[in-house]
Structures are given as C-alpha cells and as structure tokens.
C-alpha cells in the first residue's frame, strides 16, 4: 500500500485489516506510520510499516523487501500516493509539475514493476489496483499535469492487463471523484482560489466522497471471486436528495 498513512490510503489499508489480513504501509511521513499501523490492528488486521519514498526506486526497493520478509509475499497492490498542486500550466514551476507526474505516474509503474517481480515469480497471481481521479479523463484546466498522470496511470492499467493474461494478476482502476483527504493540506490560498473556478465550470458539484467510500471500491476489486475482473470501477459522490 502506498500513501497508506491517510486519506484513501489509510481508509483502504483499515479495510483490508477489517478482512484480517496483512497490511503493508508505505509512506514519506515516518511519524504517521505507527498511528496507521495502530488503526490497521484496532480494524482486526497485523500491519507493517516502512518509510517510502515512491518516486526514488531504491527506496521502493527496500520497502517491498522488507515488506516481504515481515509478511511473506505480496499479493495485492495498492498504488495509492500522489500530490499535486494546481495552476496554469505555463505559471507552474517544473519541479511542480515533475513532483505531480513522479508522484502518481512513475511512482505508480515503478513501484507495480518491482511487486510484480515478486508476484510473478510465486506464481500465485494476485491484484495491482491503481487509484485514479476523474480528472484523468475530463478536460481539468488548471489541472494539467495532474490530470495527464492519472491517464497515463490508466493508459498503463489497460496495457497490463494484456501484458498480465494467463499470470492470473488482475489489474483494476478505481477512478475516484471529489473526496474527503488532506490532498490539498499544503495549497496556498491562492491555490484554493482555483477550487473556485472549477465550482464555476461545473467540475466540483458539492458533493464528496468519504475516503471509506473509495477503500469499499478498493475492496471489492481485489476481494472479486476468481475469473471476475473489475477492470475500471468509477466512484462519484451522489448529490444529497437524489433517489437510490
């Protein structure tokens, strides 16, 4: 699990201890990893934490062995962790928009290709689960960058599941709407100003996810029965009054 210590991750790596299994967190913040850890044991799992850094592969490398020796093998994957900051594209500083796209799309395919060395080689199959964002595939001005990670997240979800056939490894997209996390803790309130004009386009209606409700969708691709992929699972807030 990457990004496990809050949000969606956190949200996801309690449900998977609510299943009672082994929990492995990734994240850069090492003081949020013992209270992640507590949350996964209260919920009725065993977690394992190791400090990562998603976008540095030896990093990943260190935490995916450890994570090995602690718990065994792995045999999901959550790809989790991204940032972003929102702006003009031709404002944006590069290390902006670098931070975006290491963050969710080469931290996404770097940490998948050492997990799958590893999956595949038990031969026991397993589920690489990618989370995604609406704005991979609507026009999101102010957004670019971010956007354009997320569909290459996608683009790279759909070639795998070719690449992956008959390994028994499924591969899942969880494509999430607006939701309840500390996304934007480190915006500006210039940034925020930006949240604004996407209300104004139509983009952000008012109604959000709570993070629990992505790890439910997280959840049931990995927890599918044998032969059942779901392959792009699109979760949006349902606007408070609509029917069921």
Do not use: C
């Not at 065993?46 to 935490?63: A, C, E, Q, R």
């Not at 409700?213 to 699972?233: C, F, H, K, N, Y």
Request: hydrophobic share 50%; glycine share 12%.
């Amino acid at each position: 699990m990457t990004g496990g210590t809050a949000g969606i991750g956190l949200a996801t790596a309690e449900a998977f201890g609510a299943l009672g299994w082994r929990v492995a967190i990734g994240a850069r913040r090492a003081e949020r990893l013992e209270p992640a850890l507590a949350a996964v044991a209260r919920a009725g799992g065993h977690g394992f934490g190791h400090v990562m850094d998603v976008t540095d592969p030896d990093s990943i490398d260190v935490f995916v062995s450890a994570a090995e020796k602690a718990l065994g093998p792995a045999d999901v994957l959550v790809n989790n962790a991204g940032s972003a900051h929102p702006g003009r594209l031709h404002e944006l500083s590069i290390e902006a928009i670098r931070a975006a796209v290491e963050s969710s799309l080469l931290g996404s395919l770097f940490t998948t290709r050492r997990v799958l060395q590893g999956m595949l080689a038990n031969g026991a199959g397993g589920d690489v689960v990618f989370v995604s964002s609406r704005a991979a595939a609507l026009p999101w001005p102010r957004n670019a960058h971010y956007g354009a990670a997320k569909a290459g997240v996608e683009s790279a979800a759909a070639a795998l599941r070719v690449e992956l056939e008959g390994t028994g490894v499924r591969v899942a997209v969880v494509r999430v709407g607006d939701t309840v996390t500390d996304f934007g803790a480190s915006w500006t309130p210039a940034e925020f100003a930006d949240v604004a004009y996407w209300h104004a386009l139509g983009l952000v209606k008012g109604a959000v996810l709570q993070a629990a409700d992505v790890a439910a969708a997280v959840r049931a691709a990995v927890t599918a029965p044998p032969g059942v992929s779901l392959e792009t699972i699109v979760v949006n807030p349902q606007p408070s009054g609509s029917p069921r």
